[in-house]
C-alpha cells in the first residue's frame, strides 16, 4: 500500500480520502477547513498541518479543488509551491474540474520538475464519491494513465483515459455542459406537469419509462418529495453547488470559442444557472434551479 496525500477535503474529496484510506494507503490529509480534516480522520486519515506537510514521503498526491487559480496556487504559483517539495517520480493527480489550458500548463511545469501529472476530474456526485462508484476521465501519457489507474479504481467504478493532458478537463467540460441542459430541461418539463394537475411522482415515472429518460430523473430527481436522497430531499443541501456548475459552464463556454463549437443550448443553461445564482441561491445544490420554474417561487 501507498502513502499518498489527499488536498482538498470537500463534499467529494472528503469522502474519496476515506475510501483510500479503506482500501489499506495511509493518507495524509490537508484542508483549510478544520472541520473537514477531522471528518476524514475519524474515518482513519492522518491529519497535516499544512499541504507541504502533507506530501512529505508520499508516493501519490491527489488534490480536488475549487478552481484552477487554486490549483496553480497550490502546485506553482503560492508561497510555497507543492511542485518544489515533492520527491522526483510523484504521481500528482489533480481531480478538480478546471480548465483545460490551466491542466496543460501544470503537467508541463511537473514535468520539469521530474513529476508524474495527470488531470482527472470526476463524474457520479457526491452519492458516487461515498460509495466508491465515481468515474474517472483521465488527460495524460498512456504511462502515467496506468501508474494511476489502480489508485483511481479505489476510489470509482469507471476510469477513461480520454487522451493527452488536459484531454480530461475537454471531457468533462462536455459532460458538465449536457448535465445542464438535462437538468434545465427536467425541471421545466416537471413543472409543467405540476402546473397542469400531474402528481410529479407518477409524470417521474413516466418519462422515465419514455423517450424523455435520463439521468436526473433516475438518480436526482428535482421536485421535493419525488425521490428519498437526494439534494431535493433536504432543501438542496448538500450536493453539487450552483456556483460549481456556473464555474463549469463558464469553461465550457470558453472551450466552445476556442473550439469554434455553437452551444445554443448550453448557453441558455448557463444563463439559467447564472439567473439562479444572482438570485441568491448559488450554495445550494445544483437542481434546486426547479425553484425557478415554479409559478411564485418556493
Same mark, same amino acid.
Given at each position: 500500500?501507498?502513502?499518498?496525500? #489527499? !488536498?482538498?477535503?470537500?463534499?467529494?474529496?472528503?469522502?474519496?480520502?476515506?475510501?483510500?484510506? +479503506?482500501?489499506?494507503?495511509?493518507?495524509?490529509? #490537508? /484542508?483549510?477547513?478544520?472541520?473537514?480534516?477531522?471528518?476524514?480522520?475519524? @474515518?482513519?486519515?492522518?491529519?497535516?498541518?499544512?499541504?507541504?506537510?502533507?506530501?512529505?514521503? @508520499?508516493?501519490?498526491?491527489? %488534490? &480536488?479543488?475549487?478552481?484552477?487559480?487554486?490549483?496553480?496556487?497550490?502546485?506553482?504559483?503560492?508561497? /510555497?509551491?507543492?511542485?518544489?517539495? &515533492?520527491?522526483?517520480?510523484?504521481?500528482?493527480?489533480?481531480?478538480?474540474?478546471?480548465?483545460?489550458?490551466?491542466?496543460?500548463?501544470?503537467?508541463?511545469?511537473?514535468?520539469?520538475?521530474?513529476?508524474?501529472? !495527470?488531470?482527472?476530474?470526476?463524474?457520479?456526485?457526491?452519492?458516487?464519491?461515498?460509495?466508491?462508484?465515481?468515474?474517472? !476521465?483521465?488527460?495524460? %501519457?498512456?504511462?502515467?494513465?496506468?501508474?494511476?489507474?489502480?489508485?483511481?479504481?479505489?476510489?470509482?467504478?469507471?476510469?477513461?483515459?480520454?487522451?493527452?493532458?488536459?484531454?480530461?478537463?475537454?471531457? +468533462?467540460?462536455?459532460?458538465?455542459?449536457?448535465?445542464?441542459?438535462?437538468?434545465?430541461?427536467?425541471?421545466? @418539463?416537471?413543472?409543467?406537469? !405540476?402546473? %397542469?394537475?400531474?402528481?410529479?411522482?407518477?409524470?417521474?415515472?413516466?418519462?422515465?419509462?419514455?423517450?424523455?429518460?435520463?439521468?436526473?430523473?433516475?438518480?436526482?430527481?428535482?421536485?421535493?418529495?419525488?425521490?428519498?436522497?437526494?439534494?431535493?430531499?433536504?432543501?438542496?443541501?448538500?450536493?453539487?453547488?450552483?456556483?460549481?456548475?456556473?464555474?463549469?459552464?463558464?469553461? @465550457?463556454?470558453?472551450?466552445?470559442? /476556442?473550439?469554434?463549437?455553437?452551444?445554443?443550448?448550453?448557453?441558455?443553461?448557463?444563463?439559467?444557472?447564472?439567473?439562479?445564482?444572482?438570485?441568491?441561491?448559488?450554495? #445550494? /445544490? #445544483?437542481?434546486?434551479?426547479?425553484? &425557478?420554474?415554479?409559478?411564485?417561487?418556493?
Amino acid at each position: 500500500m501507498a502513502t499518498i496525500a #489527499f !488536498i482538498g477535503l470537500g463534499n467529494m474529496g472528503g469522502p474519496m480520502a476515506a475510501n483510500l484510506v +479503506k482500501a489499506g494507503h495511509r493518507v495524509q490529509v #490537508f /484542508d483549510l477547513q478544520p472541520e473537514a480534516v477531522g471528518r476524514v480522520a475519524g @474515518a482513519g486519515g492522518i491529519p497535516q498541518a499544512s499541504a507541504t506537510e502533507a506530501v512529505k514521503h @508520499a508516493q501519490v498526491v491527489i %488534490s &480536488m479543488l475549487q478552481s484552477g487559480r487554486q490549483v496553480e496556487a497550490l502546485y506553482m504559483t503560492g508561497q /510555497d509551491p507543492l511542485f518544489g517539495r &515533492m520527491a522526483p517520480g510523484t504521481l500528482v493527480i489533480d481531480c478538480s474540474t478546471i480548465d483545460a489550458a490551466t491542466a496543460k500548463a501544470t503537467a508541463q511545469r511537473a514535468t520539469a520538475h521530474g513529476l508524474d501529472f !495527470i488531470d482527472a476530474p470526476v463524474s457520479g456526485g457526491v452519492a458516487g464519491a461515498q460509495a466508491g462508484t465515481l468515474t474517472f !476521465i483521465v488527460g495524460g %501519457s498512456e504511462d502515467q494513465f496506468a501508474r494511476a489507474e489502480p489508485v483511481l479504481h479505489q476510489m470509482g467504478k469507471k476510469v477513461f483515459h480520454a487522451g493527452p493532458h488536459g484531454a480530461g478537463q475537454m471531457a +468533462k467540460a462536455c459532460n458538465n455542459m449536457l448535465l445542464a441542459v438535462l437538468m434545465a430541461g427536467t425541471c421545466e @418539463a416537471l413543472n409543467m406537469g !405540476i402546473n %397542469s394537475g400531474l402528481d410529479p411522482k407518477v409524470l417521474s415515472e413516466i418519462i422515465k419509462q419514455s423517450s424523455g429518460n435520463n439521468w436526473a430523473l433516475q438518480l436526482y430527481n428535482p421536485v421535493p418529495g419525488v425521490m428519498e436522497q437526494v439534494p431535493a430531499a433536504r432543501g438542496y443541501r448538500g450536493g453539487f453547488q450552483v456556483n460549481l456548475m456556473c464555474k463549469d459552464l463558464n469553461i @465550457a463556454m470558453e472551450l466552445s470559442r /476556442d473550439s469554434g463549437s455553437p452551444v445554443p443550448m448550453g448557453a441558455a443553461a448557463k444563463a439559467l444557472f447564472n439567473l439562479h445564482q444572482v438570485a441568491g441561491h448559488g450554495e #445550494f /445544490d #445544483f437542481s434546486s434551479l426547479f425553484r &425557478m420554474f415554479r409559478q411564485g417561487g418556493e
